[in-house]
Nanobody
Framework: QVQLVESGGGLVQAGGSLRLSCAAS????????MGWFRQAPGKERAFVAA????????YYADSVKGRFTISRDNAKNMFYLQMNSLKPEDTAVYYC??????????????????WGQGTQVTVSS
């Protein structure tokens, strides 16, 4: 019912920045919250950041606090992940996701209902 498409990934040197975008379409009126996850080589998919369309808080994994910022543009049905001071360990496929009902565990993949296809972020040293 909701389709998501990520963009903005690429290759960047350590210390650089990238901005990922997630475009949502379909039944976006039913979307409660949104988040970013990543999956590094040899690792399981991990939580990065989350927020809500309006009036909500932001949440970040400890590994990205102070470096990454999640934001949204309700009029465009888009949300973003600004990544600064990138490190080689940030290298991963990044996925955007949305959920259609409020749930407490914002960092749990199982609480999200729809996922994008992923975009590759590679940080060189």
């Amino acid at each position: 019912q909701v389709q998501l498409v990520e963009s903005g990934g690429g290759l960047v040197q350590a210390g650089g920045s990238l901005r990922l975008s997630c475009a949502a379409s379909g039944r976006t009126f039913s979307t409660y919250g949104m988040g970013w996850f990543r999956q590094a080589p040899g690792k399981e998919r991990a939580f990065v950041a989350a927020t809500s369309w309006s009036g909500g808080s932001t949440y970040y994994a400890d590994s990205v606090k102070g470096r990454f910022t999640i934001s949204r543009d309700n009029a465009k049905n888009m949300f973003y992940l600004q990544m600064n001071s990138l490190k080689p360990e940030d290298t991963a496929v990044y996925y955007c996701a949305v959920r259609v009902a409020p749930r407490a565990a914002v960092g749990a993949s199982s609480t999200y209902d729809y996922w994008g296809q992923g975009t590759q972020v590679t940080v060189s040293s």
